[in-house]
């Protein structure tokens, strides 16, 4: 079974200081990683994913995160982050032949502030 | 592109009536969505997957009778609550996977309330 855990529920962090968000999975298979993030009352929107290929995955927004198969962990970070990514962060796994079906982890709540 | 609704957007019934919920690709033909539900400061927990033409998929512990998905064309799934009670208050949000590969595009989410 797949599993994923986010290690941070809140991460409070000053507007243009640097961020990253823990993500660390459990998988028998491989996985396909995914980070989401969810502004208050609304769906959620798509950052980045990692299927396969470069470890380093660029998204939306200045976001990047790094697939780590020894440490099974998909941290996403941010240079300088915005009083706008104030958001709920959600990292996501699947993986092939899971019929396109997504676990995922607690969340983390990113507060920034000025 | 790859938008997708959801109505209403909230929604407060009485106890014990029922509550149909829509779901739609604006701009894609989705051939599978899924219905989530997200209690507050919690994250999203699947409750079913649906193909376009078929019978749901039901996640463990989710009342396939009381939580009725239909998915009767590939732009359009409804999710109906049937009876609903106080502790069927909760977020409900849909998704639609269509294009490209493992990539799903969420709703706005809708806002139950049982009285």
């Known amino acids: 079974a797949q599993s994923v855990t986010q290690l941070d529920s809140q991460v409070p962090v000053f507007e243009e200081a640097p961020v990253e968000l823990r993500c660390n999975y459990s998988?028998?298979?491989?996985?396909?990683l995914f980070w989401y993030v969810q502004y208050p009352n609304q769906g959620l929107q798509l950052l980045l994913k990692y299927l396969s290929g470069s470890t380093l995955v660029k998204g939306i927004n200045g976001f990047e995160a790094e697939f780590n198969k020894s440490q099974t962990s998909f941290h996403l970070r941010k240079p300088s982050v915005h009083i706008s990514d104030t958001a709920e962060y959600f990292c996501a796994v699947s993986g092939p032949n899971q019929g396109g079906k997504l676990i995922f982890g607690q969340g983390t709540e990113l507060s920034v502030k000025p | 592109g790859a938008v997708v609704s959801q109505h209403p957007s909230r929604v407060i019934c009485k106890s014990g009536t029922s509550v149909k919920i829509e779901c739609r690709s604006l701009?894609?033909?989705?051939?599978?969505m899924f219905w989530y539900r997200q209690f507050p400061k919690q994250s999203l927990m699947l409750m079913a997957t649906s193909n376009e033409g078929s019978k749901a998929t039901y996640e463990q512990g989710v009342e396939k009778d009381k939580f009725l998905i239909n998915h009767a064309s590939l732009t359009l799934s409804t999710l109906t609550v049937t009876s609903a009670h106080p502790e069927d208050s909760s977020f409900y949000i849909c998704s639609a996977e269509g294009g490209i590969a493992y990539e799903q595009y969420f709703g706005p989410g809708t806002r139950l309330t049982v009285t």
């Open positions: 998988s028998s298979v491989s996985v396909y």
């Open positions: 701009d894609f033909q989705a051939t599978t």
